[in-house]
Structures are given as C-alpha cells and as structure tokens.
C-alpha cells in the first residue's frame, strides 16, 4: 500500500505542543505510527561523551510525532491537507500518484 506520508514531505503539526509548526519530515516509523518532522518536538537529552559528541552535556534532539498529529502541506496554499490517491496514465505507463484533497494538486517526492 502507498503511504499517505513519506521521508522528506512538507508537513504542519495539527495537534500537540507544537501546533501550528511545520517542517521536514526526516524518517517515518511504520510499524509505531510516528514520523519525525525537522524542528519540532524537540526534547533535552542528557549525554555521557562519545565519538559524535565530544564534550557531551545537554542535547536537543527531535523526538517522534504520531502521525495523525501531522498533516501534508499542499503545495498550492501552503496549508494542511488531507492525501488522496490517484491513477494516472494508461496501458503499462499506469501508476498511483499521491493528490493534495485541498487543491487537487499531485504530490511530487
């Protein structure tokens, strides 16, 4: 089944402490249902030093969302839009595209 939301989509939080924010989606976890989104859910996380940070201390990192707390970004209006899909093409150059439900608008990746 084609994904609704995928790695490297525009999305808007709808819910949650970080409503209103929008950003990157980085790695989408299918089997928890969550994504990662660049900038937002941000949390402090207290670290012994390592190779990738050596002087260690306190590190913010993004944390996962559920994904039903995300929604696409249309392409067209800038805002949140609910995914659709659609079948275009014929014959053997037949494939299923993802559309924006707001503008109609196809979702390039």
């Known amino acids: 089944m084609a994904s609704r939301i995928k790695k490297d989509d525009t999305v808007i939080v709808i819910a949650g ?14 089997k928890e249902e969550r994504v990662l989104v660049e900038g937002v859910n941000l949390v402090k996380r207290h670290t012994a030093p390592s190779m990738k ?3 260690g201390g306190v590190i913010s990192k993004e944390a996962p969302l559920h994904i ?37 608008v196809q979702i390039d990746v």
């Open 53 to 55: 940070h050596p002087q």
């Open 68 to 104: 039903s707390n995300v929604a696409l970004r249309d392409p067209k209006t800038g805002k949140a839009t609910r995914v659709g899909f659609k079948i275009v093409g014929e014959g053997a150059q037949r494939r299923k595209v993802r559309v924006a439900k707001g503008s109609g």
């Open 17 to 30: 402490k970080d409503k209103g924010r929008s950003g990157r989606v980085l790695t989408v976890l299918t």
